[in-house]
Every structure is written in C-alpha cells, then in structure tokens.
Antibody, heavy 117, light 112 residues
Framework: EVQLVESGGGLVQPGGSLRLSCETS????????MHWVRQAPGKGLEWVAI????????YYVDSVKGRFTISRDNAKSSLSLQMSSLRAEDTAVYYC??????????WGQGTLVTVSS | DIVMTQSPLSLPVTPGEPASISCRSS???????????LNWYVQKPGQSPQLLIY???NRASGVPDRFSGSGSVTDFTLKISRVEAEDVGVYYC?????????FGQGTRLEIK
C-alpha cells in the first residue's frame, strides 16, 4: 500500500523555523518527483515546491523562495521542507504529494503549521 | 504566472443530473510534446485532495467513468454525467505546464 505521512507541523512564532517531513512507503520513492502543496484555513490549494527524482532540480513559488528549502533522502524514502522566517501567511495545512511528473498524483493527509505569537 | 479561473464557484446539483465545471488558463497549457498540462482534483469534506483527471482527459485510477475531462489550449471542462451524493466537495483545476504550478480557486459542488 502506498503511503505518504507528513509530520513536524505545530505552532511557531513569526520569524521562527520549522522542518516538515514526509515519510513514504509502498513505492519506489527515487523514481518520482515530489511536491509540497499547502492550504490555508478555509482557502484553496497553493503549490509550494517540487523536487526532481535525484534531488537536483528544485522549484518554488515566489512567496517562499529564499525562506523554504525542499530536500529528499532517497535512501530513506523521505521528503523534507525546511521553513524559516515564517510569517502568519504561511499558516496552512501542508501536504506532501507524489508525482509522477509535475502534477501531484497521490497526497498525504497533511500537517498543520500555525504561525502566531 | 499562469492564472487559472474556474466557474462557477458554487454548483448546486440534483442527484442524477449532470454537472459541468469550466476552467480557463491565462495562457496555453499545451505541452510541446503533445498533451494538455491540465489536471482536475476533488477535495471531499475532511479529506486530502485526490486526482480525478490528468493531462487533459485521462481518468486517474479508480475514478468512475461518469467523470470526464475535455478541452484544449486555454479552455477546459470537467463533466460529471450523473451526480451522486458522494461527489460533494471542492473541485480544482491545476496547470502543470510550468512553475509555479497553479490551481484554480475551486468550485464547491453541493447536492440540492
């Protein structure tokens, strides 16, 4: 069974940092592009970042460039999102999702990040 | 950035009746190798999004054949031939031609 399980969300103060993880199983992780997509409370979906199979190609939405870093560990079948200089507008449920390409095919259950003082 | 615009934003439907959602992109999402980079998702209440249609008109695994996707260049449509109660949720189109990948605002389908 294919699984994507996010963790690492929580309450953080503005300007703070947080690292999200996505543990995967049931498929060959190293063969897929991987995404982070977020959803602010009561709002629509916003794509955040994508990483190539070998970890070289990385792309971000402008609002997180320079603050967020997507990475992956193919040996551990895991995806990460390092978030720094967090703002109130980063408050959202963060989903990790599997390719196959630039469209997410399978999604995790999400982890909530709340940025507030 | 490619802007995705959906209509309507709210769609009340009687069970058994058809439904249609429109999605327009601010520029062509046709990929040079021959497919439309347009995808459809549904987010049912309390759930994560799920893929319905990928690359214009391909139904994802397990998606009932009453769902269909069509369109080209900048104009796309998701059709449900006969709406069922389980189809309640928010439907999103998404372009995957270029980054930033962008979603439409979402269309909330409700049962009358």
């Amino acid at each position: 069974e294919v699984q994507l399980v996010e963790s690492g969300g929580g309450l953080v103060q503005p300007g703070g940092s947080l690292r999200l993880s996505c543990e995967t199983s049931g498929f060959t992780f190293s063969s897929y592009w991987m995404h982070w997509v977020r959803q602010a409370p009561g709002k629509g979906l916003e794509w955040v970042a994508i990483i190539e199979q070998n970890g070289n190609g990385k792309y971000y939405v402008d609002s997180v460039k320079g603050r967020f870093t997507i990475s992956r560990d193919n040996a551990k079948s895991s995806l990460s999102l390092q978030m720094s200089s967090l703002r109130a507008e980063d408050t959202a449920v963060y989903y990790c999702a599997r390719g196959p390409g630039w469209y997410p095919e399978l999604w995790g259950q999400g982890t909530l990040v709340t940025v507030s003082s | 950035d490619i802007v995705m615009t959906q209509s309507p934003l709210s769609l009340p439907v009687t069970p058994g009746e058809p439904a249609s959602i429109s999605c327009r992109s601010s520029q062509s999402v046709f990929h040079g190798t021959g497919y439309e980079s347009l995808n459809w998702y549904v987010q049912k209440p309390g759930q994560s999004p799920q893929l319905l249609i990928y690359l214009g008109s391909n139904r994802a695994s397990g998606v009932p054949d009453r769902f269909s996707g069509s369109g080209s260049v900048t104009d796309f449509t998701l059709k449900i031939s006969r709406v069922e109660a389980e189809d309640v949720g928010v439907y999103y189109c998404m372009q995957s031609l270029e980054t930033p990948i962008t979603f439409g605002q979402g269309t909330r389908l409700e049962i009358k």
